[in-house]
């Protein structure tokens, strides 16, 4: 039970908005670890919570905005009521420390990616201080501290593991180094026995993250590196599935690609981020790889794993990007028929250098760039996955219908497909391994009938 001061005694509330990527989804869920087992409950409503905290990205402007504008909101709620405490932690807090404690006057606490496992002493450090002043902690270089940590994840199927911190590559748009820190890799001995106890308490995927997860293990002083890692991960029984995002193209080499494929838990679904598909914009991005590189590893991949699914992440809009630079994006969009692609309009971040690097593309020409890649791969999407119809696929079974349809249940592919079927009624299925009939498809869901239900 938790005391409100100077009012009845009373279960507080916790309320935490999660802004950006997997990795701050895991982060968000080691807060709510500590927040619970400083006996703090969830809840849904922001406008009844007694700490508020926003757990933010700053890769693109545009989600900036969005988390200054919700700051507002949550300012307003705490004008209304001082008691609510306030925090913002993050990459958006690590980047933005002074400014956000000027722009944000009622926030009471802000920390970065680093002290996501200190909270118990943030607020520990901020009762001391009544509330008094904003409490601050943003420090980048701190090591990872994740062994043993309480954490609450976010589904009972599927268990995030950050394997690694930071990034070294210091790609010439990309902030992540400079609001992360460098990189630094977790013990493989911590991670196996984290992945044991997820084991035990019946999860069935894993999914390791990182930023650039393919250079896990340098600065290790053994010889832990990725692939020993997955071979590992492999050998325990009861995980079935294992993930990893995301890989860098420079680190992706033939010897990973044949752990993938003789790791029968490994799922056959390789997240690869291109960003470009001209050799003159990558270099100006400093992504360490020329398209000659890049279609090398597809043809591998392809070779070795024929029916692995290939995703990626493409930026439209690079400084002094020109029409031709685009059309080799589309190009290699068309060579490679992704399964899907992430596609986002480039926008300026301070400390990177890309802003120096060329002249800045108009917004309608980014915006144009990116409706026509995405009509291009929505139409690769689309054939790729009409040609699974008639074809029996492997579901792990996540939940009911997203739309609350009855008697419809949806789940992932080894290749990371979301299929949907129907069944009467039953949620005994629910985190089981099925076996689907696709029977249609579009550019961004398999539909099918059951097949069986596999024997654990
Ligand atoms: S690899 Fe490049 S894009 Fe990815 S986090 Fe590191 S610097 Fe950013």
Not at 28 to 43: I, N, P
Not at 102 to 113: A, H, L, M, S, T
Not at 310 to 339: H, L, R, S, W, Y
Not at 344 to 364: A, H, K, Q, V
């Amino acid at each position: 039970m938790v005391f409100k001061k100077g009012k009845k005694e009373r279960v507080l509330s916790y309320f935490i908005k999660t802004y950006g990527c997997q990795m701050n989804v895991n982060d968000s869920e080691y807060l709510a670890g500590q927040l619970e087992e400083m006996d703090y409950k969830k809840t849904p409503d922001l406008n009844n919570a007694d700490l508020i905290i926003l757990n933010t990205c700053c890769v693109r402007k545009k989600v900036e905005q969005k988390i200054y504008s919700m700051a507002g909101r949550v300012s307003q709620i705490k004008e209304d009521n001082p008691e609510v405490v306030f925090g913002i932690c993050g990459c958006l807090a690590q980047k933005e420390i002074e400014n956000i404690a000027k722009k944000i006057p009622y926030i009471d606490i802000i920390f970065g990616p680093s002290q996501i496992t200190s909270f118990r002493e943030i607020m520990e450090l901020y009762r001391q201080n009544e509330g008094k002043e904003t409490i601050i902690f943003c420090d980048n270089r701190e090591p990872l501290k994740l062994a043993n940590k309480p954490i609450k994840h976010h589904s009972p199927i599927t268990a995030y593991i950050q394997i690694m911190k930071g990034c070294n590559n210091f790609c010439s748009y990309c902030i992540v180094p400079y609001t992360r820190g460098p990189e630094e890799s977790r013990a493989a001995k911590e991670i196996i026995d984290e992945i044991e106890e997820l084991a035990s308490k019946k999860y069935k995927e894993i999914m390791l993250l990182g930023q650039n997860v393919n250079s896990y293990g340098q600065g290790l002083s053994n010889k832990d590196n990725f692939l020993n890692l997955l071979s590992q991960i492999n050998k325990i029984e009861e995980i079935k599935r294992i993930r990893f995002t995301t890989s860098h193209p420079k680190d992706f080499n033939l010897d990973l690609i044949k752990v993938i494929k003789d790791g029968s838990k490994i799922c056959e679904h390789i997240h690869l981020p291109l960003q470009s598909g001209s050799d003159n914009i990558l270099n100006k991005m400093n992504r360490k790889y020329n398209m000659k590189q890049y279609y090398n590893i597809i043809n591998n991949i392809r070779k070795c794993m024929p029916d692995a699914s290939i995703t990626t992440d493409i930026m439209v809009g690079f400084p002094g990007e020109t029409e031709e630079d685009f059309q080799e994006t589309i190009k290699a969009c068309q060579n490679i028929q992704f399964d899907s692609c992430y596609t986002f309009i480039y926008s300026n971040r301070e400390n990177t250098l890309s802003p120096f690097l060329g002249e800045e593309i108009p917004l309608l020409t980014k915006k144009k760039r990116l409706w026509a890649l995405m009509e291009v791969q929505k139409e690769i999407s689309s054939r790729i996955n009409q040609s699974l119809i008639g074809k029996t696929v492997e579901v792990l079974v996540e939940n009911r219908s997203k739309k609350g349809i009855e008697n419809q249940y949806w789940g992932k592919t080894r290749t990371n497909k979301v299929a949907v079927f129907s069944y009467s009624n039953n949620d005994s299925l629910i985190a089981k391994l099925v076996y689907v009939k696709v029977k249609k498809a579009d550019a961004y869901t398999l539909f099918g009938e059951l097949i069986y239900v596999k024997r654990e």
